[in-house]
């Protein structure tokens, strides 16, 4: 396992954080803040003997990689990235086709964050992203994952294009996201599945699109050309969703 240490800031992340088992080192509140969702997170760090500081304001904003601590920050003992294989284990002992979000060199923390939290509300077992090129679990990512960094495993890869290969060994269909591929609602999206997303400005990279089974547009009638990478995730993974289910 590969760790990467990080600041959890904002009252749902670090509420969510302790909820979740994860070990929290340090906790930082505001001064003089009393509030009930900050009494609620201080009771659970009393629970879980973490140390509590209580720090002014400058302490925070000085300490805040996202602008938007709420007045709570956490130091977490780590996040920790999964394996491939780990993922691939959440399905089968779940019962259930592995469905996968492969991101090809999503660089917003903010993206990030959110196609991890769709991630997890789809039901997907687990995200891909690659080592180089990429943003990694930053503290941004975790607060705009809202929680959910703590229940779905992300794995990062050396390189994208093998690994779909190696996953297509094992009875895993891959579908991308282009513009000029055929409409999401004509293609058949069930069964063992990976979602690929491009970057947000180039897309997927030609290498990666070139081992995608499928390729899927999503229908547009506006007058802007394309939506954001993580709108867009969750467009398609709802779309697997509901294929899903109706075959249920």
Known sequence: ???????????????????????????????????????????????????????????????????????????????????????????????????????????????????????????????????????????TVARTSAGALNYTPVAKVTNMAATIEDLKKRGIWFVCADMGGESMYRLNLTGPIGLVIGNEGEGVSRLVKEKCDMIASIPMKGDIDSLNASVATGVLAYEIVRQRLAKA
């Open 1 to 139: 396992m590969r760790y990467e240490e990080l600041t959890i800031e904002g009252r749902n992340a670090v509420l969510e954080a302790f909820r979740s088992g994860k070990t929290i080192d340090r906790l930082f509140v505001l001064d003089g803040c009393q509030d009930g969702p900050v009494r609620t997170i201080v009771r659970e760090a009393k629970k879980h003997d973490t140390i509590v500081n209580f720090v002014p304001k400058e302490r925070l904003d000085s300490m805040s990689e996202t602008g938007h601590h709420q007045g709570v920050m956490a130091y977490a003992a780590a996040y920790e990235y999964a394996e491939v294989e780990d993922i691939l284990k959440i399905a089968e002992e779940k019962g259930e086709p592995p469905f996968l979000f492969l991101l090809d060199g999503i660089e917003d923390p903010h993206n990030l964050g959110a196609i991890i939290r769709t991630a997890n509300l789809a039901g997907a077992h687990g995200v891909i992203i690659p080592k180089r090129r990429a943003v990694g679990l930053t503290a």
